[in-house]
C-alpha cells in the first residue's frame, strides 16, 4: 500500500510483532554498513574524557565521533539503559551546540537484534567468520539438506562479537578449520541418519540398534563405525540427497551391510522391513521427480 500510495494510511493497522520483527530486518539488511553499537560503560573517547552512556559508535572505523540518538525519536530515553544496544540508522545529521561543540544525530533509527544480524549481513564485508565451535556440535539442518556447525561470527571494523551463526561443515573445512577433521562431514551424517534425523520415517530404526548413534562422533576406534564412515566417504555422500540418488541410480542396497552391524539380533527382521521401505519410498519419489535421468 506504501509502495503505491506513496505514504502510510492512517487507517493502515499496526505491524504485529513477527511483521515488525521482518520489517526490522528488511530495514537493516538495506543499511548494514550504517548499524551503530551502544558505547559500553567506562569507555573514553580520543580526548581522555568519558562517553556518554547514551552514545553509539559506528562499524565502520571511518565514523569515529559518538552518534547519539535524536531527542524526538520514539526510541530515545534518558536512561541509557532503555536504549537499545544495537541500531541501524540511514544518515547522520551533525550540529552545533550552545558551548560550540558539535554532536552527530543519527536520522530515521531502527532497532537492531544481534541474533538475526549475522544471518542478514552474510556476503557482507563487515562481516567476519572465524573457526567452528565445539559447543553446540554440528546437526543436521533438514532445509539445508547439508550438516552445519556454528562459527564465531564478529560485526563491523570494531570486530564487535555475534551470537553464532550456523554454515555448511563442508565449507567450514573448505575455509581451514582447525577443529574439524577431514571426516567429520559424513560422521555427523551417519549419525544423524541413524538418529532417524535425515529421514522421519527411520526414527524407529534408533530402538533396534545396538549401541547409540552418537558413538560415530566420539571419534573412538570402532570397526563398524570405521564401515559406515567410508562406505559414505568413499562416495562423498554427505547430505539426503546425494544418498538417495545413489540408492536410485547405484546401489539400492547401499549402505544395509553396514546397517547389519548395528542391529541387535532380536530385531534384524524389524530394521530390515524399515530400511528397506524406506529406501523403496525414497527411489520411487526420486523417481518420479527425476524422470529420464539414469
Known sequence: ??????????????????EENLLRQAVASGFLDNVARRSPQGRLAADGNPVPRSAYFSCRAAITEPLFIDKKSVLYSRDPRQLPEWVCYDSVVRKNTRDGS???TMKNVTPVDPQWL?????GCKLLSLGDTLEIPPPKYDFDRDSIVCSVVTKFGDQGWLLPPIQIDILEALQR????????DPYRWF????LEGKIFDELRPL????NDDPSIITRKKPSAKVGLI??????????????LVKYWAISDNKFLFKDLKKWVKPDNANDAKSLWIDVVTKKVQQWKADNEGIS
Open 176 to 183: 581451514g578449520s582447525k577443529n574439524l577433521m577431514p571426516d
Open 229 to 242: 564412515i567410508s562406505s559414505l566417504s568413499q562416495r562423498d555422500i554427505a547430505c539426503a540427497e546425494n
Open 102 to 104: 558539535t554532536i552527530s
Open 1 to 18: 500500500v506504501a509502495a503505491t500510495q506513496g505514504k502510510v494510511l492512517a487507517a493502515m493497522r499496526p505491524p504485529k510483532p513477527k
Open 206 to 209: 534408533k530402538s533396534f540398534l
Open 118 to 122: 549475522g544471518a542478514l549481513s552474510v
Open 190 to 193: 551417519a549419525r544423524s541418519l
